[in-house]
């Protein structure tokens, strides 16, 4: 099993920039790949940021020349800094992580709060 926990939410002014984090534990060697998704009140969860073992990565357009998603080495920690913040960016971010052999759905953190207002 793997342990997600995510820090570095907040509050934030338009415009400002976050550094979240997501911390793993347990068997993080099976980890393959590990994705960002936020949810905001009355909406999907949707997929904002991910990075594989090779180093690729993946944006979703709105966020797309604002927010970089990078990790160690190890796996053990995977960060997302986010600028440029809008109020549109306001949600709960979860980290999770796609593992092999295969766990449907990944795993998953608790979630950050992230909070884009003046």
């Known amino acids: 099993q793997v342990q997600l926990v995510e820090s570095g939410g907040g509050l934030v002014q338009p415009g400002g920039s976050l550094r979240l984090s997501c911390a793993a534990s347990?068997?993080?060697?099976?980890?393959?790949?590990m994705r960002w998704y936020r949810q905001s009140p009355g909406k999907q969860r949707e997929l904002v940021a991910a990075?594989?073992?090779?180093?690729?990565?993946h944006y979703a357009d709105s966020v797309k020349g604002r927010f970089t998603i990078s990790r160690d080495s190890a796996w053990s920690t995977v960060y997302m800094y986010m600028h440029s913040l809008q109020s549109e960016d306001t949600a709960v971010y979860y980290c999770?992580?796609?593992?092999?052999?295969?766990?449907?759905?990944?795993?998953w953190g608790q979630g950050t709060q992230v909070t884009v207002s003046s």
């Open positions: 990075v594989t073992n090779g180093g690729f990565t």
């Open positions: 347990g068997s993080i060697r099976s980890i393959v790949g």
């Open positions: 999770n992580a796609k593992v092999v052999p295969l766990v449907p759905g990944g795993y």
